[in-house]
């Protein structure tokens, strides 16, 4: 078999990996940890049982479950018998999960929990990941693990995974074994991992991004550690990983977390950690200066912020969105080396990624090997490489009005290059909001603006075909309306370094917002339409 084959599928990378690694630990989850070794058993236990319920190369499989040791066993499993992975997260509403297994053709059906394989009908085959009719491990022979390595095909599909976007019905991404395997091939080298370092995830497993980091992960050689935002404070510090993935919201919180920290020791502290963030940032735009401050924050602060991630870190990755500047240039000053990406689901995912020799802030990426970038007429970031989807499933058009016959992919995002080839995020076309008068406002720069103020937890800017725009917002605890209109007048606007028709006069308070009432995707993203529909009658009334 050829080495333009053996780089080239997520198989390869895999069960190589597992051959190479066998006595490294590769998981952990509370108090158990799984070597390479014992998770190829349990894979192998998975691909030997599919087998005999019929799944045949290129069958779909579905995978309805939460990150946890068991979901990358059941995934790497259905790629060992040949299979498409089709993975989502339980929280799916069971029209939507219909959908989904009614599309893709699922027959066989892994589910996380009970409750996941209550909801799933059509007289499929259901295994359950937390149940006894999971498949027994099995330790597979070396010839079973070249098999596993050599069954699938470059161009063969690896995964469909239906988009949880911000706004329409999922469709379905077609992800071929190239696509993903790019990205396993050349992000290693670009952050220097190397076998045993340690990952923490947080993130949902089926969401391509964290998807992709556990397949880097396991290609690697490296221990992943499962957490969930209740215990991630306490997993960083415990297990001290050399990587941490997650999306902007999460990085939000732990800045805030900090800053509420420091906060309240008192009005000096408050002081001098704002005169050392100003002094770094003096610094590091080459004012001398600003070295004596920056200095100062590295004795009394940064330190300790960088101690609550482990303080082993080699680097931070971001990715799922734009990260608001202040966040980015607070672990910037805290020394922690915070790697910003951008990608989609529909190229598996990552396109660019932050030079860790020229990390520069507010921008979102170079673009990796083997990637090429460009921005349209309309400003929207295109992309072509090896990673871009085959296609959306059982959808040509849909399809033709986004992949053109060159290979570019149309991303819908807003951006602009620097002449480095530095990518910067401008906003999400289908996002921008258009006012009565006809002038286009991105949401996004006037929501960071108010959030880094600390009153909110969550902005949406509303305003679609308005006069003015307006904002719902869930603020932070004790947080009066006085101070709201306050940061408004302060923050949007001219005098927040905005165009006079981006100011933002009028706002609502709402409850908070979660992926568990379908308001945010599992990424945190906020999903604008629903959001909207469900606060129609307080918008109108916004606008009475």
């Known amino acids: ?56 190369p290129g069958d779909r499989v579905g995978l309805i479950a939460e990150n946890s040791p068991r979901w990358l066993h059941a995934y790497a499993g259905i790629l060992a ?19 989904i297994l009614d599309h893709s053709g699922c027959e066989v ?11 799933i009908h059509g007289g499929r085959r259901v295994l359950r990941l937390d149940g006894d009719d999971f498949p027994a491990p099995e330790a597979p022979s070396d010839s079973d693990l070249r098999t596993y390595a050599e069954l699938r095909a470059p161009d063969d599909l690896a995964v469909i995974l239906y988009t949880s976007g911000t706004t329409g019905r999922p469709k379905g991404v077609m992800l071929e074994q190239r696509n993903i395997a790019h990205n396993i091939r050349v992000l290693p080298p670009i952050v220097g991992i190397e076998p045993g370092d340690l990952w923490v995830s947080v993130l949902p497993s089926w969401h391509t991004f964290e998807q992709t980091v556990e397949l880097v992960g396991v290609a690697c050689g490296c221990r ?39 906060r309240k020791r008192g009005k000096l502290a408050s002081f001098l950690f704002d005169a050392s963030c100003a002094g770094s940032r003096m610094w590091r735009r ?28 080699k680097y931070a990755i971001s990715g799922g969105g734009a990260i608001p500047p202040h966040v980015d240039e607070f672990f910037c000053n805290a020394g922690i080396r915070l790697l910003v990406g951008y990608g989609l689901t529909e190229t598996a995912p990552v396109v660019a990624l932050r030079d860790p020799r020229d990390n520069v802030i507010s921008t979102i990426g170079r673009a990796v090997p083997e990637t090429e970038i460009r921005i349209s007429p309309q400003g929207t970031i295109q992309v072509k490489g090896p990673q871009v989807m085959r296609g959306y499933y059982k959808d040509e058009e849909l399809t033709r009005n986004v992949l053109d016959a060159d290979g570019w992919f149309e991303t819908g995002d807003l951006g602009r290059l620097t002449p480095k080839g530095d990518l910067v995020f401008v906003g999400r076309a289908k996002e921008t909001i258009v006012l009565s008068g006809g002038e286009n406002v991105e949401p996004e720069p006037i929501e960071s603006a108010l959030l880094k103020t600390g009153l909110f937890h969550q902005v949406m800017v509303v305003g679609q075909d308005r006069k003015a725009l307006a904002a719902l917002v869930v603020p932070e605890a004790n947080v009066t309306d006085e101070r709201i209109h306050d940061a408004l007048k302060r923050c949007t606007g001219v005098p927040g370094g905005f165009r006079t028709f981006e100011a933002v006069n009028r706002f609502a308070k709402i409850p908070l917002l979660t992926p568990e009432d379908g308001l945010l995707t599992q990424t945190l993203k906020m999903r604008r339409n629903a959001i909207a529909a469900r606060y129609a009658n307080t918008i109108d009334a916004l606008y009475a």
């Open 1 to 56: 078999m050829g080495s333009t084959h053996a780089v080239n599928t997520v198989n390869r990378f895999v069960f190589e990996a597992l051959s190479r690694h066998a006595a490294r630990p590769m998981q952990t989850a509370r108090d158990r940890t799984w070597t390479f070794a014992e998770a190829a058993a349990a894979i192998h236990g998975v691909a030997r049982r599919l087998r005999d319920l019929g799944v045949k």
């Open 81 to 99: 018998a040949g299979g498409v992975v089709v993975p989502r997260g339980t929280d799916i509403g069971e029209e939507e999960l219909g959908h």
């Open 224 to 262: 992943i550690v499962y957490s969930d935002k209740r215990r991630l404070r306490d997993d960083l510090r415990e297990h001290r990983p050399q990587f941490f993935a997650s999306v902007p919201r999460i990085w939000e919180t732990i800045h805030k977390g900090a800053i509420d920290a420091i």
């Open 286 to 313: 080459g004012n001398p200066l600003g070295w004596p401050l920056h200095m100062l924050g590295r004795r009394l602060f940064y330190g300790k912020i960088a101690a609550a991630t482990g303080g082993r870190l």
């Open 109 to 119: 059906v892994f589910a996380g929990t009970d409750a996941a394989a209550a909801r």
